[in-house]
């Protein structure tokens, strides 16, 4: 479930004796892109190369897309217990949590019905509704088992796949952001897709300038000021596919197996990137009259829903 990037970074005044440096690369099917400030360009460089250097193990880790990732080995051992590695496990804990607080609407199992989306993007068709609900019923976070003490996974049910890409990339810049920030370079910007993780205020401003976006690529709608957060955003403006006049997101509606239908983008304010991703995935699923609502009480310290015409 990939983000689109509906937010950017405004570039703030540099001070006297401090740079700006920008460092991008391709991750996870997106541009992921280091905003830091700081005196030597030769450590930032070394710094976010160690940076981008855990984000891509973080990928080889919990992509859904790479054979033989981690992740999707555990689709070929369902039914018993999987040690996996300290990263993964921390993910899927992660994951579990975030599905337990939004009830379902953000759900790490959903690999079968993101799968048949791809499909359904390809050829143009949905599934027969028996299909579907075969699909569906390999789904649901209460299948998935997880044991604290032994670290390991077990997918209780057969033809179970999991997808983290509502959590990955935010994770992600988490993970990078601590690189970061422990070389030195507190004054960090992540940006990984529509996902920022913002350290301390560039130097002179209250916070980073976090422009955001309406559901018209070319348009925004004013800015945010804003440090020590992570900001995420999730909708359907990059990813969807028409079919008989409808238009189905690659975000999926837990209920109904398809992708949402509704058009809409939300922007989530939180303590952290891997929490705004999960929980902007959570409340596109919970629909425009109760995103709002619901985010908050999941922690969201704000949330912005774009609606089409505002």
Not at 9 to 23: D, K
Not at 25 to 32: A, D, K, N, P, S
């Given at each position: 479930?990939?983000?689109?990037?509906?937010?950017?970074?405004?570039?703030?005044?540099?001070?006297?004796?401090?740079?700006?440096?920008?460092?991008?690369?391709?991750?996870?099917?997106?541009?992921?892109?280091?905003?830091c400030h700081g005196i030597d360009q030769t450590e930032a460089k070394a710094a976010a190369d160690a940076a981008f250097s855990v984000a891509e193990e973080i990928n080889a880790v919990a992509s859904d897309y790479i054979a033989g990732s981690e992740l999707l080995q555990l689709s070929d051992n369902t039914g018993k217990p999987v040690k996996v590695s300290p990263r993964l496990f921390d993910l899927l804990v992660q994951s579990l949590a975030v599905a337990r607080l939004t009830d379902g609407r953000f759900d790490p199992t959903l690999g079968p019905l993101t799968k048949q989306w791809r499909e359904t993007r390809r050829t143009g068709k949905l599934p027969a509704p028996d299909a579907l609900a075969t699909l569906k019923s390999a789904c649901g976070w209460n299948l998935l088992a997880l044991d604290l003490a032994e670290k390991t996974v077990t997918l209780t049910h057969p033809n179970m796949r999991l997808d983290l890409g509502g959590i990955a990339k935010g994770y992600a810049a988490d993970a990078m952001f601590q690189v970061m920030k422990s070389k030195g370079f507190a004054t960090t910007c992540i940006a990984a897709g529509g996902d920022l993780r913002l350290g301390d205020p560039p130097p002179g401003a209250k916070g980073w300038l976090v422009g955001l976006t309406t559901l018209e690529k070319t348009k925004t709608t004013g800015h945010l000021e804003l440090s020590n957060c992570g900001i995420s955003t999730s909708g359907d403006l990059q990813q969807s596919v028409a079919i008989a006049g409808i238009s189905y997101a690659h975000i999926i509606?837990?209920?109904?197996?398809?992708?949402?239908?509704?058009?809409?983008?939300?922007?989530?304010?939180?303590?952290?990137?891997?929490?705004?991703?999960?929980?902007?995935?959570a409340a596109c699923v919970a629909g425009p009259a109760e995103a709002e609502?619901?985010?908050?009480?999941?922690?969201a310290r704000e949330v912005r829903v774009a609606l089409p015409g505002k």
């Open positions: 479930m990939k983000h689109f990037l509906a937010a950017f970074v405004l570039v703030a005044t540099v001070q006297a004796n401090e740079q700006r440096f920008v460092f991008e690369r391709g991750l996870m099917g997106t541009r992921f892109a280091i905003t509606d837990p209920q109904t197996g398809l992708g949402l239908t509704t058009h809409l983008a939300v922007t989530i304010v939180a303590a952290d990137a891997t929490t705004s991703d999960a929980l902007a995935t609502r619901l985010a908050i009480s999941w922690g």
